[in-house]
């Protein structure tokens, strides 16, 4: 996707989902959304901590992971391959 591609609101908000009663991305669909590898999108925020708010982001709990699972299949097409909590 280059520049000038805009995303339509559609594909936004269909990856938008609610966790702990909170709207979230998960990492793999932000990072296809910006055309990156999720590691590489990982490293960037890893790097520059202090760009972000104290809420950008949290991990997930191993409950929450199972039952994302159960909501998107664990196949490698159902769910873009993610098995296990990182």
């Known amino acids: 996707m280059n520049a000038k591609e805009i995303v339509p609101t559609e594909r936004i908000e269909n990856k938008i989902l609610s966790i702990r ?20 999108l990982k490293k960037a925020v890893s790097r520059n901590l202090t760009r972000f708010p104290a809420d950008f982001m949290f991990q997930i709990t191993r409950d929450e992971f199972t039952n994302l699972k159960f909501q998107f ?13 990182r």
Do not use: C, F, N, P
């Open 21 to 40: 009663g909170q709207k979230v991305i998960l990492d793999r669909d932000l990072a296809m959304l910006y055309d990156v590898a999720t590691r590489d």
């Open 73 to 85: 299949g664990t196949s490698s097409t159902g769910w873009g391959g993610t098995q296990k909590l």
